[in-house]
């Protein structure tokens, strides 16, 4: 057995597997295995991977026909033999003490979950936007390494469901059964990720960004419109998650907000009345009272209900967002307004009293009390040479 087994669905991803798969053959922890499942890629993508496999043992290689991410990581998860399991993606990267990192903090607090942060970048580099999982805004430090459902209620239908800035121990995955992708569904990873946070009993938080996720791939699922459709199935295998999990009515609210934030960011992409006819469907089924804090979702949410033409609703949708995107920025503008005043506010307070220090300063200096000590200043300054 090794360390970590880290799994990986590699799909037409030739332009970024010199720089992905490096950055984990160069880790500090060199106790892995990289299984790299070649999901039926139509490029030069299975060559370089059985290139890294043929310099480096820890590299195995598996060739299957195409079956979407989903298939591509449960045929990974048969063959892994680590006691964690870390889920990458071929286009992005990682710091070379990621793993050593995540892998102390389980073993130390058994954790069967263990969540680090990840910021994004492209080809201008990266950037440190905060990630999803902003525990070190909401909790005390001291709580980071053990967890608990009180801790991460808010994050389990937030966002951050993909799998790659978290850290999985294997036993906690084998003891179910259902720890599997969706096959043929984009998005597979959002159950998986509600499934795991609500089931793990101990979870740990590495506040540092370790994971870094590429934002300029063109053939990402989130680039992809026609997975919109997919959205409405999700939502429905998680809401079943919550009833079988006895977590619904605790988490009604925030799954009614997940249910329509996730729906109207394909809404127009899809540019589909279908879909559209589905979304307004689904909504009028929605009460109002569960948006309650959430002023640009309910904006949309209400301009869903009003109007029953797509064709209609699309421009009046395109407008409310730029109005609102303006208002976003308006609001950030006057934020920092606001903080450099305070900062100037601050700086002629912190003038006025160098001006009182320095007064007394001077002072000081010119007493005669300061005159007469003089020379026993200038021996002791000879004894402390």
């Given at each position: 057995?090794?360390?970590?087994?880290?799994?990986?669905?590699?799909?037409?991803?030739?332009?970024?597997?010199?720089?992905?798969?490096?950055?984990?053959?160069?880790?500090?922890?060199?106790?892995?295995?990289?299984?790299?499942?070649?999901?039926?890629?139509?490029?030069n993508?299975?060559?370089?991977?059985?290139?890294?496999?043929s310099?480096?043992?820890?590299?195995?290689?598996?060739?299957?026909?195409?079956?979407?991410?989903?298939?591509?990581?449960?045929?990974?998860?048969?063959?892994?033999?680590?006691?964690?399991?870390?889920?990458?993606?071929?286009?992005?990267?990682?710091?070379n003490?990621?793993?050593?990192?995540?892998?102390n903090?389980?073993?130390?607090?058994?954790?069967?979950?263990?969540?680090?942060?990840?910021?994004?970048?492209?080809?201008?580099?990266i950037?440190?936007?905060?990630?999803?999982?902003?525990?070190?805004?909401?909790?005390?430090?001291?709580?980071?390494?053990?967890?608990?459902?009180?801790?991460?209620?808010?994050?389990?239908?937030k966002?951050?469901?993909?799998?790659?800035?978290?850290?999985?121990?294997?036993?906690?995955?084998?003891?179910?059964?259902?720890?599997?992708?969706?096959?043929?569904?984009?998005?597979?990873?959002?159950?998986?990720?509600?499934?795991?946070?609500?089931?793990?009993?101990?979870?740990?938080?590495?506040?540092?960004?370790?994971?870094?996720?590429?934002?300029?791939?063109?053939?990402?699922?989130?680039?992809?419109?026609?997975?919109?459709?997919?959205?409405?199935?999700?939502?429905?295998?998680?809401?079943?998650?919550?009833?079988?999990?006895?977590?619904?009515?605790?988490?009604?609210?925030?799954?009614?907000?997940?249910?329509?934030?996730?729906?109207?960011?394909?809404?127009v992409?899809?540019?589909?009345?279908?879909?559209?006819?589905?979304?307004?469907e689904?909504f009028?089924?929605?009460?109002?009272?569960?948006?309650?804090?959430?002023?640009?979702?309910?904006?949309?949410?209400?301009?869903?209900?009003?109007?029953?033409?797509?064709?209609?609703?699309?421009?009046?949708?395109e407008?409310l967002?730029?109005?609102?995107?303006?208002?976003?920025?308006?609001?950030?503008?006057?934020?920092?307004k606001?903080?450099?005043?305070?900062?100037?506010?601050?700086?002629?307070?912190?003038?006025?009293?160098?001006?009182?220090?320095?007064?007394?300063?001077?002072?000081?200096?010119?007493?005669?009390?300061?005159?007469?000590?003089?020379?026993?200043?200038?021996?002791?300054?000879?004894?402390?040479?």
């Amino acid at each position: 057995m090794v360390k970590i087994s880290i799994l990986i669905p590699v799909y037409n991803a030739e332009e970024f597997l010199h720089d992905s798969i490096p950055s984990l053959l160069n880790q500090t922890l060199d106790d892995i295995e990289l299984i790299c499942v070649n999901d039926g890629s139509k490029d030069n993508s299975l060559n370089i991977l059985n290139e890294f496999a043929s310099m480096d043992s820890r590299v195995k290689v598996i060739n299957k026909e195409n079956g979407g991410c989903g298939s591509a990581r449960n045929r990974a998860l048969d063959e892994a033999s680590g006691d964690y399991i870390y889920f990458f993606d071929p286009d992005d990267m990682i710091e070379n003490n990621a793993l050593k990192l995540a892998y102390n903090m389980a073993v130390k607090n058994n954790s069967d979950l263990v969540i680090f942060k990840s910021n994004v970048f492209d080809k201008n580099g990266i950037s440190n936007r905060e990630t999803y999982f902003t525990y070190n805004r909401t909790i005390d430090k001291k709580d980071f390494e053990n967890l608990s459902f009180k801790h991460i209620k808010e994050y389990v239908l937030k966002g951050g469901y993909a799998p790659w800035s978290k850290l999985y121990k294997k036993d906690f995955i084998d003891s179910y059964d259902d720890f599997r992708f969706n096959i043929g569904l984009a998005f597979d990873d959002t159950p998986f990720h509600v499934k795991t946070m609500l089931r793990a009993k101990r979870i740990s938080f590495i506040n540092k960004f370790l994971h870094h996720y590429r934002v300029d791939n063109v053939n990402s699922v989130n680039h992809t419109s026609s997975n919109g459709f997919d959205i409405f199935k999700i939502i429905d295998i998680v809401e079943d998650i919550l009833v079988n999990e006895n977590y619904f009515e605790e988490l009604e609210t925030e799954f009614y907000v997940f249910q329509i934030h996730h729906t109207l960011l394909y809404i127009v992409s899809t540019n589909s009345a279908d879909y559209y006819d589905t979304a307004r469907e689904r909504f009028k089924k929605i009460d109002r009272n569960h948006l309650k804090g959430h002023k640009y979702l309910t904006s949309y949410f209400d301009l869903v209900l009003e109007y029953e033409d797509y064709n209609e609703f699309k421009p009046l949708y395109e407008k409310l967002l730029l109005e609102n995107k303006i208002t976003r920025y308006e609001n950030q503008i006057n934020k920092l307004k606001n903080e450099n005043s305070k900062l100037k506010k601050m700086n002629s307070q912190l003038k006025k009293e160098n001006k009182i220090l320095k007064k007394h300063n001077d002072e000081l200096v010119n007493s005669k009390s300061y005159k007469i000590t003089k020379p026993l200043r200038e021996i002791k300054k000879m004894v402390d040479k």
